[in-house]
């Protein structure tokens, strides 16, 4: 898909998804410590799981310090209801002690610091930097996003290391974090894994799934 084409699809997106109030994302966190552990945390679970544990986590945990005095087995009980939370609690208590041992308790603003700590990989490090730090490097990668770039054709791969180079290269730099946004509210409500439904859909025209699995054009 050519820039052009590109920018049509997400001019249509962002009118039928608008941004209200400034928000982009789907985690209650209100600092860059809650945004790295809520992160952390929805890896491979619903962001309605990880918000409904997050008043009890923080009422216990609310700082670094407090988290990286804990250990997993305590923290565990908290964050039960969620997807791999033996991991999770691992790796939420030693990015805690991390940045207490090695960022003076601040959540690091690099793509590369973040990701020497436990857990965060580049999709969670370009969360952390868009929705902390008002920080752009790159386009976060989920599974909403990888496959509805897949469909949509500005991708021909899955891999989330080159669709986000695919989607920074057909983007300019100051929707990027609207990107994510979209691609998700898209990805959920819309185009989603099984039975996506084109007769609602706003950019069904340009999409290559759509042209080239129903025949359909706009």
């Known amino acids: 898909m050519n820039r052009t084409t590109a920018c049509e699809v997400y001019r249509r997106l962002l009118e039928h998804y608008p941004v209200v109030d400034g928000r982009r994302h789907f985690l209650e966190f209100h600092n860059p410590f809650e945004t790295l552990i809520l992160t952390i945390l929805s890896a491979q679970t619903t962001d309605r799981a990880v918000n409904a544990v997050r008043d009890d986590l923080f009422s216990r945990y609310p700082t670094p310090e407090a988290l990286a005095r804990a250990e997993p087995e305590e923290v ?7 997807g791999f939370h033996h ?22 603003r690099t793509m590369e610091e973040l990701q020497t ?23 976060a990668v989920d599974t909403h996003v990888r496959r509805v770039s897949k469909r949509l054709g500005f991708t021909d791969s899955t891999n989330p290391d080159i669709i986000e180079r695919d989607l920074v290269a057909l983007f ?6 609207d990107i994510n946004y979209l691609l998700i ?19 069904a025209g340009l999409c290559r799934y759509y042209r080239e699995f129903s025949g359909g054009e706009e």
Do not use: M, Q
């Not at 300019?172 to 974090?177: A, F, L, Q």
């Open 172 to 177: 300019p730099e100051e929707v990027w974090r």
């Open 117 to 139: 700590l436990p857990g965060v990989g580049r999709k969670t490090a370009n969360i952390v930097l868009s929705h902390a730090f008002d920080i752009n490097v790159g386009i």
């Open 76 to 82: 565990e009980p908290l964050i039960r209801t969620i």
């Open 87 to 108: 991991a999770k609690a691992r790796y939420i208590v030693g990015a805690a002690r991390k940045l207490v041992a090695e960022f003076g308790g601040e959540v690091p």
């Open 185 to 203: 509210r898209h990805g959920r409500a819309v185009c989603t894994a099984k039975n996506p439904k084109h007769e609602v859909c706003v950019v």
